[in-house]
Each structure stands twice: as structure tokens, then as C-alpha cells.
């Protein structure tokens, strides 16, 4: 499985940005993927993550939406109301056999794509 993230991009508060995900490989379809982002100096995060229904980390909920094309092989992040907290490298992944419980877990995800960056000014 292949991912490559795109749609990153300068944006000022309050801005939106959307976030594509392209996947290749048979098997991603049953996969659960979802985003992380890396801001510089802190740990990589959880964002959202979509199987058969979307998770949201706290700090999202309400402002970013996830979304998986009709093939299953393409991931999308709506971005609102952005915030400079929002600023950050973020990550598409893929995974499988992934549970409920484990889906905010990076280390669940078998596959990454490149990152893309995200910055927000205020």
C-alpha cells in the first residue's frame, strides 16, 4: 500500500484547507485510515480516523471532517476555522486490523504517507 498526501498549504485563522489522501493497493479498502500531525518540537498526534464511522481527537471535533471516497481508496480532511494551533506536518495512514480502541494509536498503522505541511497564521 501506497499513500500520497496532498493539499497543505498557508492559511490565515479562521481559514480552511482540505487535505487529499490517494491510496493504492487492493486491501486498503477494508482498511481503517486516518491523519496525524506533527508540530515542530512535540510528539506526532492524533487527529481523525474513519472505518465505518469517523473519530475525532477533542481539539478537531466540530472544525475538521474525515471522508473516504466511494472506492475506499481516497481519504480527505476537511479543515475549518483553522487555528496556529493547527499548524503542523500532517499524515496520512493506513492500517489494518485495527480496533476501535486503537485507531488514535499511531503504532496500530502499517503504512504512512509523506506528510504534508499545514501552517496557519494568526
Known amino acids: 500500500v501506497q499513500l500520497q498526501a496532498s493539499g497543505g498549504g498557508l492559511v490565515q485563522t479562521g481559514g480552511s484547507l482540505r487535505l487529499s489522501c490517494a491510496a493504492s493497493?487492493?486491501?486498503?479498502?477494508?482498511?481503517?485510515m486516518g491523519w496525524f500531525r506533527q508540530a515542530p518540537g512535540k510528539e506526532r498526534e492524533f487527529v481523525a480516523a474513519i472505518k465505518s464511522y469517523p473519530s475525532y481527537t477533542d481539539s478537531v471535533k466540530g472544525r475538521f471532517t474525515i471522508s473516504r471516497g466511494n472506492a475506499k481508496n481516497t481519504l480527505s480532511l476537511q479543515m475549518n476555522n483553522l487555528r496556529p494551533e493547527d499548524t503542523a506536518v500532517y499524515y496520512c495512514?493506513?492500517?489494518?486490523?485495527?480496533?476501535?480502541?486503537?485507531?488514535?494509536?499511531?503504532?496500530?498503522?502499517?503504512?504512512w504517507g509523506q506528510g504534508t505541511q499545514v501552517t496557519v497564521s494568526s
Open positions: 493497493g487492493r486491501a486498503v479498502s477494508r482498511m481503517v
Open positions: 495512514a493506513a492500517g489494518s486490523g485495527i480496533i476501535l480502541s486503537a485507531m488514535s494509536t499511531g503504532a496500530a498503522y502499517n503504512f
